[in-house]
């Protein structure tokens, strides 16, 4: 598979450059752990990594992933909770922050993202994140209330004033049935 036809492979390219060991570290989206192993393996055993979802199948899932990476010294806090709730366990700033919305790849498809949550989440993180911080959003909206969600992200995001941050969004021009929508966000002060 190429570098362009997986995303998050892409996003991940994307972040490496930014992240340093010793960063701190948010997956807002825990899913099935991918992007909560890419985050400890990036800022290492000098940095730490909190990993958020509602769903216990996601918590269990990830930790199958730390044990089978072989990650059990990394400063990884797993929080049962929704991302929402950011602000009430992260104290200081952060460096980067990733976030996948929809729904659990095998999980549940019932159980999404939503525009109010999600919208509190990037608030937060944009509140926490330090200068020079990125943010990355996939949007995956080919389930029901995907595109809803979609459009109040993006609205959101574009209310905000480009002096506070810089957003971008990439998207495949090309591919049919709601292609991933990936959006960069760098502060700026």
Do not use: C, W
């Not at 021009?173 to 700026?188: G, L």
């Amino acid at each position: 598979m190429s570098l362009l036809t997986r995303v998050t492979n892409f996003v991940q390219i994307i972040l490496k450059e930014k992240i340093k060991q010793g960063n701190i570290a948010i997956d807002a989206t825990m899913g099935n752990g991918n992007d909560t192993v890419f985050l400890a393996r990036s800022v290492g055993i000098s940095g730490k990594v909190y990993s958020f979802d509602v769903q216990e199948i996601a918590l269990r899932n990830t930790k199958e992933k730390i044990t089978e990476h072989h990650l059990k010294g990394y400063d990884i806090q797993l929080i049962n909770d929704g991302h929402e709730n950011i602000n009430q366990y992260i104290e200081g700033l952060v460096d980067v922050v990733m976030f996948n919305l929809g729904y659990l790849p095998k999980g549940d498809p019932a159980i999404i993202t939503r525009p109010k949550t999600t919208i509190k989440a990037i608030s937060h993180m944009i509140q926490l994140l330090k200068p020079g911080g990125i943010i990355s959003i996939i949007i995956y909206y080919g389930h029901e209330g995907g595109k809803e969600e979609k459009e109040a992200v993006l609205d959101f995001l574009k209310g905000i004033p480009k002096e506070e941050i810089t957003v971008i969004e990439s998207n495949y021009t090309n591919h049919m049935n709601n292609p991933p929508i990936i959006v960069f966000i760098e502060k700026n002060k």
